[in-house]
């Protein structure tokens, strides 16, 4: 990139910020379009009201109809007192109401909440809603309006019976296992008759206001998302910041999450949950308390002759990889469920990396009960250790770069010239080949190095067994370790400054800073310069770091820290341990070896002597149709 080409892309850059910031409204008629917008809102929230209201009327007047008419099916089950139930083991605390007969609050030991509590509510009363709706020929069964008595109440299982007259009945039957899984099935007894005979499939719609559960809200609705599983295998989520109503899903699912950035809601049926299923994913403001509004209309499979049960099964618990597996495995459907999907990996690549590495040594460095960040830094290391041989191979192709310098001046000083750009790299390359240095030797293996650093982006932020834990400074490596923290909001930094964060710009610019220096070392001619100019992205680079990671965890950014310091440490013992002149003696054996015996060019060196040979063929071509011109 010369000094013409950025001068151009800054001329650019102007012209589209000044173009944006002429294009922009009036005050008077920003004014005039937030007024149109709040009477848009307010008739639209009034229609919306409106319907709202009808809606609950009709529900009012046919539950009044039920209520009044005592041979009406469910007559008994319209009214009632709410009752709590609770379903309890080491590892959750279940209450279901009566009035709906579904959980209504879960609770998941443990774990510290926000408020210092010893566990983590995930919702309670009216934030989580479970509806069963039935079309029958005469009327329609929402089970969420009907009272359920509870029979057979141990600690892990309850029966919740619908009462609907003549011996007939709608039972859902709760069993709570010895972990997070609570199986679920429903049933009818009696109730054929009331349903048209082709009728086998029912609406289930299932909804949360989904808690804050996090110190840092930006950084944990980046991993709140609902997320569903296809029942011909793999997962897909909505788009975790952009609101999504009533998102149709085409394909078949067999279940659907409501998820955080470590903890979740999962219900999981049999068979299916149907295709063309709604999903709507609403993010709340910061400081509500939630991150997400979750809805899910879905159908199921429904027998009205009480043959065959509707199951289910819930998941409410962390999203620890090692436990979703082994949840795979205690669900009572026979299929692979996959919930382990619900922790984030990252793409196919970097996937395989954290599922066959990063996965297997993090377990076994927990299981030793070391200090998190000392887990950090020794997984760190062990990683430098592995790609120790390429990173030496990179550092060896830039040092004999370095010490062939003086030699490519000498080779390369006729041709400063725009035009001789093509001779003067052919130039090079001819010289790089008979000292049997290969320019490119030094690119892969640090390319190589990008998938680790993208796998740790995705590994660290989903690992629950930091979050809690202190190292240092840092009170808890799973959210942000802020210095200074204020009460505004500022766009592009938020209200903190976490110190880890810095730690790693910094870093980052000291050790670009030595990148540069070593490779300005082994330039030549206009490429030195150019180098000059492109010194600005040294320092730009780390700003574009510090909005991106200011709100990440601090483990994150503690391992990228402690990477480039290893990487800054690894750079300068090589350097310091490599000796020019004994590195330049051997490049000068391997010339006269390969002057004894010269081999054929290969790869970039041959690639650019045909563009050469190319470019001198039409140059030569267009010099004679020039003079053939002239002479006519």
Not at 8 to 23: D, H, K, P, Q
Not at 111 to 135: C, P, R, V, W, Y
Not at 342 to 371: A, C, K, Q, S
Request: glycine share 6%.
């Amino acid at each position: 990139m010369d000094k013409n080409t950025i001068t151009g892309f800054v001329l650019i850059a102007i012209l589209l910020i000044g173009f944006s910031w002429y294009s922009q409204p009036s005050e008077e008629e920003l004014a005039q379009q937030r007024l149109q917008d709040s009477i848009a809102n307010v008739a639209k929230k009034k229609a919306e009201e409106q319907q709202q209201t009808a809606q609950q009327a009709a529900k009012a007047n046919e539950a009044a109809q039920l209520a009044n008419d005592s041979t009406a099916p469910f007559h008994n089950a319209i009214k009632g007192v709410e009752q709590k139930v609770v379903l309890k083991n080491d590892k959750v605390e279940l209450t279901f109401n009566t009035k709906g007969g579904t959980v209504e609050k879960a609770v998941v030991k443990g774990f510290k909440s926000l408020k210092g509590e010893d566990h983590i509510t995930l919702f309670d009363g009216n934030e989580q809603s479970l509806k069963f709706m039935l079309a029958g020929k005469d009327m329609n069964i929402v089970t969420s309006d009907l009272f359920f008595t509870p029979s057979e109440v141990t600690d892990s299982t309850v029966v919740m019976t619908a009462d609907a007259g003549n011996g007939k009945s709608l039972s859902i039957s709760y069993k709570l296992g010895k972990d997070y899984l609570l199986g679920c099935q429903l049933r009818a007894n009696g109730l054929s008759g009331m349903f048209a005979p082709n009728y086998n499939r029912m609406d289930v719609e299932w909804t949360e206001m989904c808690r804050q559960q996090e110190k840092g809200f930006t950084f944990e609705n980046r991993y709140a998302s609902l997320t569903y599983h296809k029942k011909e295998g793999g997962t897909d989520y909505l788009n975790e910041t952009s609101e999504k109503i009533d998102e149709k899903i085409e394909e078949s699912i067999d279940w659907v999450a409501f998820k955080t950035q470590f903890f979740t809601s999962v219900l999981i049926a049999k068979n299916d949950l149907g295709s063309n299923t709604l999903m709507t994913s609403i993010p709340q403001e910061k400081g509500s308390g939630y991150l997400k509004q979750y809805v899910a209309k879905m159908k199921t499979d429904f027998d009205p002759t009480g043959q065959q049960a509707s199951e289910f099964e819930f998941y409410f618990g962390p999203n620890d990889y090692r436990l979703l597996q082994r949840m795979n495995e205690e669900c009572s459907f026979d299929k692979d469920i996959e919930l382990q999907r619900l922790v984030y990996l990252g793409w196919p690549i970097v996937r395989e990396i954290n599922r066959w590495f990063t996965l297997y040594v993090f377990d076994w460095l927990t299981h030793m009960n070391i200090n998190m960040g000392i887990v950090l830094i020794i997984i760190t290391l062990l990683l430098k250790l592995i790609t120790f041989p390429l990173v030496k191979k990179s550092y060896m192709s830039s040092a004999k770069m370095r010490v062939l310098k003086p030699k490519l001046d000498e080779a390369t000083k006729q041709y400063n010239k725009p035009e001789d750009q093509m001779q003067k790299q052919q130039a090079m390359m001819t010289l790089y080949a008979k000292y049997g240095v290969s320019p490119l030797s030094g690119c892969l293996p640090m390319l190589i190095q990008m998938p680790i650093w993208i796998a740790m982006f995705n590994f660290v932020p989903n690992a629950i067994q930091l979050r809690g834990e202190s190292f240092l400074w840092i009170s808890d490596l799973s959210t942000y370790d802020p210095i200074v923290e204020w009460g505004t909001n500022i766009w592009g930094i938020g209200d903190h400054l976490s110190l880890t964060c810095i730690l790693f710009c910094v870093s980052n610019v000291l050790y670009s800073m030595m990148t540069i220096r070593q490779q300005k070392d082994q330039m030549v001619g206009q490429q030195a310069e150019q180098m000059k100019m492109m010194q600005w992205m040294t320092y730009l680079m780390p700003v574009m770091f510090f909005f991106m990671f200011n709100d990440y965890s601090a483990g994150l950014n503690f391992y990228y820290f402690i990477s480039l310091f290893f990487s800054a440490a690894i750079m300068w013992t090589l350097r310091k341990t490599t000796n020019d002149e004994k590195l330049l003696a051997l490049l000068e054996s391997r010339y006269k070896e390969n002057k004894d015996n010269p081999k054929k060019m290969s790869g970039l060196a041959a690639r650019l002597e045909a563009m050469q040979k190319q470019a001198e063929e039409l140059k030569r071509e267009r010099e004679e149709r020039l003079n053939k011109l002239k002479n006519q």
